[in-house]
């Protein structure tokens, strides 16, 4: 049997975030539901779309377009973090 690395607990499914995600930064309901009828369904999605791409969003202007682009930013940082914390996790075990 191979030895275990850190990856082998991870499926690539636990690295997609949700564009729910980004209501605990700031972006209401009512936006996230605009997202997703825009065919917006992951916060990856949203990073990759330009600002004016996101624009053409029926009710976003050019300051909820930067408010959400911040929310993602900050959504994806604090995943990093979590995803840090569980390789610590893996390999030092609880501290």
């Given amino acids: 049997m191979p ?3 850190i990856g082998d607990d991870f499926d690539d499914e636990d690295f997609i975030i949700d564009i ?3 209501q ?3 972006v ?3 936006d996230i539901t605009k997202l997703k009828a ?3 369904y992951t916060v990856a999605s949203v990073h990759a779309a330009t600002r004016k791409t996101l624009l053409k969003i029926k009710g976003f202007s050019e300051v909820k377009v930067e408010k959400v682009k911040e ?3 900050k959504c994806q940082v604090s995943f990093i973090f979590q995803c840090i ?3 610590d ?3 030092f075990g609880p501290v």
Avoid: L, P, R
Wanted: charge should be negative.
């Fill in 38 to 40: 825009n065919g917006y």
């Fill in 71 to 73: 929310a993602i930013a």
């Fill in 28 to 30: 209401g309901a009512a």
């Fill in 3 to 5: 030895a275990s690395t």
């Fill in 89 to 91: 996790w893996e390999i």
């Fill in 20 to 22: 729910d995600g980004i």
């Fill in 24 to 26: 605990s930064h700031g």
């Fill in 85 to 87: 914390d569980a390789v």
